[in-house]
């Protein structure tokens, strides 16, 4: 009788609740799964393109094509922690949705040139000033290189100044990741806003044949430009409805 009680008392959408803290328990694991899922098909991607030496291409060390892939991975790297923070935490069903966007779009740009630089014996990371590749080749800069200051140009220490224009500073990351509810959705577009127009820069200019003569890269650099204008307009959009400012470039 006592059994059958409880039962009774048993609230019609337990069940529900039950399957959404398993859901919200296994996201993390899934997004880990996920992102592994979309490096790997953008390294398999990245592995079957061969350039115009039947393969052996390998652009110089201090090359725009090898900067733009070392640089950009970095860049998208921290995109895609901050789309991670965002799909778990953010309030708006249409934020989460466009977190995962950008964290499967980016993750997979990412296995791309991660995929280069292994085909051109290069390291992942770059062993310089971040961007010195865009003002190593003596042309004129004079669209939106020229626009960039010289303290931009200086790589910084990712915790209090940024490493490239757009990128979030340690406090920056720290934050978003602190906050929950609707505060994570204004902070994540914010932050992400200011992300894509900040690695802008790099994408045109790897996209010009005079910098890069791998087509392979010039084609994934307009194809980040496509995509990250308009996402650029949603999130912007997404702020203005939010009543929030954007933030300035740093």
């Known amino acids: 009788m006592s059994t059958d009680a409880s039962t009774d008392r048993m609230p019609s959408d337990a069940p529900e609740r039950s399957d959404r803290r398993s859901l919200q328990r296994q996201l993390p694991a899934l997004l880990v799964l996920g992102a592994v899922a979309m490096l790997l098909v953008g390294v398999a991607i990245g592995l079957m393109i061969r350039g115009d030496g039947g393969g052996t291409d390998r652009p110089a060390a201090d090359s725009a094509a090898v900067g733009f892939a070392q640089d950009m991975s970095t860049h998208h790297a921290q995109g895609v922690a901050m789309a991670k923070v965002a799909l778990t935490q953010a309030q708006s ?120 003569s791998e087509p392979y890269v010039r084609e994934l650099a307009q194809q980040m430009i496509n995509i990250q204008t308009n996402e650029a307009d949603t999130l912007a959009k997404m702020l203005a409805e939010r009543g929030a400012a954007q933030l300035p470039m740093n």
């Open 93 to 212: 069903p249409e934020v989460r949705a466009l977190a995962y966007d950008i964290l499967t779009q980016q993750t997979n740009q990412i296995g791309q040139m991660q995929s280069w630089l292994t085909r051109w014996d290069r390291p992942m990371d770059n062993p310089g000033t971040a961007m010195a590749w865009m003002s190593a080749d003596g042309h004129d800069h004079s669209g939106s290189m020229g626009q960039m200051t010289a303290m931009q140009m200086t790589a910084g220490n990712g915790v209090t100044t940024p490493l490239m224009p757009g990128m979030a500073t340690a406090s920056d990351m720290a934050r978003l990741q602190s906050l929950r509810g609707d505060a994570v959705d204004v902070d994540f577009l914010q932050l992400m806003l200011r992300h894509h127009r900040g690695g802008l820069p790099m994408m045109e200019y790897a996209v010009d044949k005079d910098h890069v």
